[in-house]
């Protein structure tokens, strides 16, 4: 059988795999990126992307066109429970960010806004970039079995175009093949949790809804109807093109019900759920999928790793699977980068799972509590299983009649949506990781207290660990952020005024250890001007000390001050992060 040789091989070719072949071919990592479909995604799939993950786009150089072809944040913010598109208004909460007490955190928390756009859309610009950057990709070409020994990974894939069988030999291996991952399945990788939890549909669709969504824009429209008191509802609506493209996702149980996945049983669905019969519709695409909650117990097994969704399953709740998932790739491709190059350690790989599956604890956990939550809104509403369309209509009546029980439902309906933020607006979950492995190197302070909701709020902070903080600076003329100082595949080293000696160590270290590190003066008049002195409140260090930023954006380590010897200093902790002691 033939063998091609390479440095890493990439399994699959969602936002995960593309994110991680393009980080790793701007790496000039050898890698060959296998995926048994022909083309990029051709359904909008997952859509909701935050701003961690458009942080990571800016980095490829991607941000602008993401933003062209997505739906911004401005018009995310309206959720609506209906019981159609033309029919009663139940119920609306800001989402996103966009209620008024919450605009200012996330637009001080990052120099990106939250965007809504499908994975049809996304991925054919990941794959560009991935291409200019010169990846290797192999479409219609399937993973049939991967083994591995001390030396390297075998993967065996066929062309399904031509039939021709031959082993990809690499160093290292990430599966990022979807939530029935060939790689995790052959390598007997451990997983834990649930899966069957529930069952959906979704359909996408054209159908112009203006008139009933533009004075109420939004990415989520929720159809409540009598009999159908499952979580999403009688069905829920995505918006994937203002106002004329949806996703409708149906939830079912196939115990009580065996759904018609006819396209004249979807089109009947669909017009119960807008209510209008003369909007006309063209459905496009039907598919089915299931609700998991399971993750896997090791990220990382040899020379292989899991990312994306080979990693963590969870219900779409929040938002947060394909933003997980490029934040997989983004914390390990710069380590495998090194790793393949000789400049660090085989312990630095350790580092992924030991930062990351916290990470993904934390998303399907969040998903799976956010799904108890809007589920209770349909029960609330009066909505039950089974009942009649009369019954139904009665229930909605007594809702909003002034009788005791009406005003005791409108008050649990509150109090519900209340809590829907930890669903909708939950900013601590999006972007206040804090990573804690032995790539981050302790400072000898103590983890800053969160004086908010953790899950509500994200806490900027430089404590070792966590992503840098964000904050407006201006460079030749031109407004930056502080996060444009850093990635781009190098460390960076920031200070202030009277840190010279620190960036004179930066060189120094980087050109001993032939890893990049760049000095970035950031202060008063200095190259990076700090000229509303929102970096002097965010950087927690002084004047003269420093933050050594790692290629993906997080914190490895920080000096309060200037110290006797910064060379030898800095030179320890490279080593540290580097695994090279």
Not at 362 to 390: E, F, H, N
Request: negative net charge.
């Amino acid at each position: 059988m033939p063998v091609v040789e390479t440095d890493v091989l990439v399994v699959g070719a969602g936002p995960a795999g593309l994110t991680a072949s393009a980080l790793l071919a701007r790496s000039e990592v050898d890698a060959i990126t296998v995926t048994k479909y022909p083309a990029t995604a051709h359904t909008p799939r997952a859509h909701i992307t935050n701003q961690r993950a458009m942080e990571v786009y800016r980095d490829l150089g991607i941000e602008d066109r993401v933003r062209a072809v997505a739906m911004p944040g401005e018009s995310m913010g309206d959720n609506v429970w209906a019981t159609s598109f033309a029919g009663q208004e139940l119920a609306r909460m800001k989402a996103w960010g966009t209620r008024a007490d919450r605009k200012a955190d996330y637009e001080a928390a990052s120099p990106c806004e939250m965007h809504n756009v499908g994975q049809h859309l996304l991925e054919p610009i990941l794959l560009d970039v991935a291409l200019q950057y010169g990846a290797e990709m192999r479409f219609s070409t399937e993973l049939i079995d991967i083994t591995q020994d001390e030396n390297a990974v075998y993967g065996t894939v066929c062309d399904r175009n031509t039939g021709e069988t031959y082993t990809i030999k690499a160093k290292y291996a990430i599966g990022t093949d979807g939530g029935r991952s060939t790689v995790a399945e052959r390598l007997d990788f451990p997983l834990e949790g649930e899966t069957g939890l529930g069952h959906a549909v979704n359909v996408w669709l054209e159908a112009d809804l203006t008139e009933y969504r533009a004075h109420r824009p939004g990415t989520l429209f929720f159809t409540i109807q009598p009999g159908k008191d499952f979580w999403l509802g009688s069905g829920t609506y995505i918006c994937v093109k203002p106002w004329t493209e949806w996703v409708l996702i149906v939830v079912h149980d196939p115990s009580v019900e065996q759904i018609d996945l006819s396209e004249e049983a979807m089109l009947a669905r669909v017009r119960a759920t807008i209510g209008d019969p003369s909007v006309e519709v063209r459905i496009k695409d039907i598919s089915q999928w299931q609700m998991n909650h399971v993750i896997a117990t090791e990220y990382r097994k040899g020379r292989v790793f899991l990312a994306g969704d080979a990693a963590h399953r969870h219900p779409p709740a929040n938002g947060l699977g394909s933003n997980t998932s490029v934040q997989d790739s983004y914390n390990l491709a710069w380590k495998i980068a090194l790793a393949v190059k000789g400049k660090a350690g085989e312990k630095l790989l350790d580092s992924y799972h030991a930062e990351r599956r916290p990470v993904g604890r934390q998303v399907i956990d969040r998903a799976l509590k956010s799904v108890g939550l809007v589920a209770q809104i349909p029960s609330i509403l009066g909505v039950r299983s089974g009942q009649t369309d009369d019954e139904g209509s009665a229930a909605l009546a007594e809702f909003f009649s002034p009788s005791e029980e009406g005003r005791k439902r409108r008050r649990q309906l509150e109090a519900v949506l209340k809590e829907n933020d930890y669903h909708f607006n939950a900013h601590g979950v999006e972007l206040g990781q804090r990573y804690d492995s032995d790539a981050v190197v302790s400072d000898g302070t103590a983890e800053p207290s969160y004086t908010r909701d953790p899950e509500l709020y994200y806490h900027p902070t430089t404590f070792p660990g966590a992503c840098l903080p964000h904050a407006w600076l201006e460079h030749d003329g031109r407004r930056i952020s502080s996060l444009d100082l850093v990635g781009d595949d190098r460390f960076a080293l920031i200070t202030g005024i009277g840190g010279e000696a620190w960036l004179q160590a930066a060189e120094k270290v980087s050109a001993e250890l032939g890893v990049q590190i760049a000095g970035r003066p950031v202060g008063y008049r200095l190259k990076y001007a700090d000229v509303y002195g929102d970096w002097r409140r965010l950087r927690e260090v002084d004047d003269r000390g420093c933050l050594l930023v790692r290629p993906d954006r997080h914190v490895a380590w920080r000096s309060l001050d200037l110290v006797g010897d910064p060379v030898q200093t800095l030179r320890q902790v490279m080593q540290q992060v580097l695994a090279l002691t």
